[in-house]
Antibody, heavy 114, light 109 residues
């Protein structure tokens, strides 16, 4: 059974870079999904698609984040990552990783505060 | 700015049938938007239900079905159960980017 687990700091200071990693277990990251996504959800609000990365390393980003976002994938570690720079309080949210095969992580709360 | 619109809230009786819809500000939703549907209960991560308009995941209960209804994507729940009370989100594809709808809060009463 494929499982996804987000990891990273729960607290990030304003203007710094938010860095999260999603570890895929229960199978190879290269065979379980064609692409992998990051989604976030501020408290009490809806879901927001952040971007995706294909197993090839190609990326597609939400235009709202394009200047601040970088995604990468490490197939040898079965992991993919998100970097979001110049964060503000508006970036405070639960961040989810997911695969196009329908698997989601449990989510990790990231708070932006000094 | 592309906007995906869902009903903010719907109420259905147990055992009943309800259809949730998903509209695009760009025009009619077609299969080329690869509509996805997700269910989210309070305090939980979203759970994928439907992909590419009408395809179910292995864990999707049979009472959930996806379709195109007029100019919208639709999620129909037949024989609603109390445990179906949740927030439902659709997700549409726009040539390289995806956009979530605002969600529909489904109450089973």
């Amino acid at each position: 059974q494929v499982q996804l687990q987000e990891s990273g700091p729960g607290l990030v200071k304003p203007s710094q870079t938010l860095s999260l990693t999603c570890t895929v277990s229960g199978g190879s990251i290269s065979s379980n999904s064609y692409y992998w996504s990051w989604i976030r959800q501020p408290a009490g609000k809806g879901l927001e698609w952040i971007g995706l990365i294909y197993n090839s390393g190609s990326t597609r980003y939400n235009p709202s984040f394009r200047s601040r976002i970088t995604m990468s994938i490490d197939t040898s570690k079965n992991q993919f990552s998100l970097n979001l720079s110049s964060v503000t309080a508006a970036d405070t949210a639960v961040y989810y990783c997911a695969g196009d095969a329908g698997y989601w992580g449990q989510g990790t709360l990231v708070t932006v505060s000094s | 700015q592309t906007v995906v619109t869902q009903e903010p809230s719907l109420t259905v009786s147990p055992g009943g049938t309800v259809t949730l819809t998903c509209a695009s500000s760009t025009g009619a939703v077609t299969s080329s938007y690869y509509p996805n549907w997700f269910q989210q209960k309070p305090g939980q991560a979203p759970r994928a239900l439907i992909y590419s308009t009408s395809n179910k995941h292995s864990w999707t209960p049979a009472r959930f079905s996806g379709s195109l209804l007029g100019a919208k994507a639709a999620l129909t729940l037949s024989g609603v159960q109390p445990e179906d009370e949740a927030e439902y989100y659709c997700l549409l594809y726009y040539g390289g980017a995806w956009v979530f709808g605002g969600g529909t809060k489904l109450t089973v009463l």
